[in-house]
């Protein structure tokens, strides 16, 4: 196998579980998944014509944001306010703590590398950001975040901006007050942009390859927001429709950023066209509902991982 091709249709049976995240390998020889509950991430080679998944220690439960280095060598993920990193050739898992006085309470990392950001709340209340340096990770930044909520933090794949949820923690009801999108610079936390979000239930947030583009989701209808350099307002999301009832419930951009692959409680995969925003495929596996999706560094391959377990690998062709 070149590239990652030739996969045609794979069916995988994991345990029981609702999936969290997928990631291939940057080669698309290696897929990594996580489940709901599950203290572990799954790691196959794709090249065993039967694979056997790799059962990794994850440190916790609920590991996520799967992450390749960008020489495959390492996974990386987040569990409990930690970073787990594996080494593929040694087979050993590192830690790596993002804390003031306690664990931190989420931690996202950039698909590059470069960059990570911790959140952390009671007693310190603020953000960190970390750069990746010659002796191990470097801070950067801290802002304060005594008087706002954050949630969703996500950052572009090159490292160069994190966008986030906020709203205001002043008052009794504080819970009451409407959400924002913000994207800041993730060298020094500046606020490049904000806008309103429709919404009062927190989603994930996505960047396109080139972060010209952010995107999340409220139910049935997809939100995207295009991110220029200059300072202001995002302004109002587009909003593009399921063409049906059910909620969207993962997103994955294709490497050229010309398509978005979105998972659906119709148990199918979507595909839309980034420019115009028109479905141009919906891929039909009959796996329940889909909670995750991947596709690989090359763009051959796509995964789709379910609530029961099961994934399903297929070639690309767009």
Same mark, same amino acid.
């Given at each position: ?10 069916? &995988? ?7 969290? #995240?997928l990631? /291939? *390998?940057? !080669? +698309? %020889? $290696? @897929?990594a ?16 014509p ?5 059962? &990794? ?7 996520? #944001?799967?992450? /390749? *280095?960008? !020489? +495959? %060598? $390492? @996974? ?23 804390? &003031? ?11 590059d ?57 002043l ?6 007050y ?7 610079d993730a060298a020094?936390a ?15 947030l ?5 972060a010209?583009?952010?995107v ?40 050229n950023?010309?398509?978005l ?58």
């Amino acid at each position: 196998m070149t590239g990652g091709g030739g996969i045609g249709v794979r069916l &995988l049976k994991l345990l029981a579980g609702e999936a969290l #995240d997928l990631a /291939f *390998s940057p !080669d +698309g %020889r $290696a @897929l990594a998944v996580t489940l709901k509950y599950q203290p572990h991430v799954w790691l196959w080679d794709l090249d065993s014509p039967s694979p056997h998944p790799a059962h &990794l220690d994850a440190g916790g439960d609920h590991p996520t #944001d799967l992450v /390749f *280095s960008a !020489d +495959g %060598r $390492a @996974l990386a993920w987040h569990v409990g306010g930690l970073r787990k990193v594996y080494d593929r050739l040694t087979g050993r898992v590192v830690t790596e703590r993002f804390a &003031l006085s306690r664990l931190a309470d989420d931690v996202v990392h950039s698909a590059d590398g470069s960059r990570v950001i911790s959140r952390h709340e009671l007693p310190d209340h603020c953000l960190i950001g970390w750069r990746a340096g010659e002796q191990g990770w470097v801070r950067a930044w801290t802002v304060s975040t005594a008087d706002l909520s954050v949630d969703r933090l996500t950052l572009s794949s090159d490292g160069r901006l994190f966008a986030l949820l906020a709203r205001p923690t002043l008052g009794t009801r504080w819970w009451d007050y409407p959400l924002r999108v913000e994207v800041r610079d993730a060298a020094t936390a500046a606020v490049r942009v904000t806008a309103e979000y429709p919404s009062n239930y927190p989603a994930r947030l996505l960047f396109s390859p080139d972060a010209r583009q952010l995107v999340g989701f409220k139910d049935m209808t997809l939100l995207v927001w295009p991110v220029s350099g200059d300072l202001g307002s995002l302004g109002p999301p587009q909003l593009i429709r399921n063409d049906n009832r059910k909620h969207f419930t993962a997103m994955a951009f294709h490497p050229n950023g010309r398509h978005l692959f979105a998972t659906s409680n119709d148990t199918t995969v979507h595909v839309f066209d980034t420019q115009t925003w028109e479905r141009r495929e919906r891929y039909r596996w009959q796996l329940g509902n889909l909670k995750a999706v991947a596709i690989s560094p090359d763009g051959t391959l796509a995964a789709a991982a379910g609530h029961d377990g099961d994934l399903v690998i297929w070639d690309l062709d767009v």
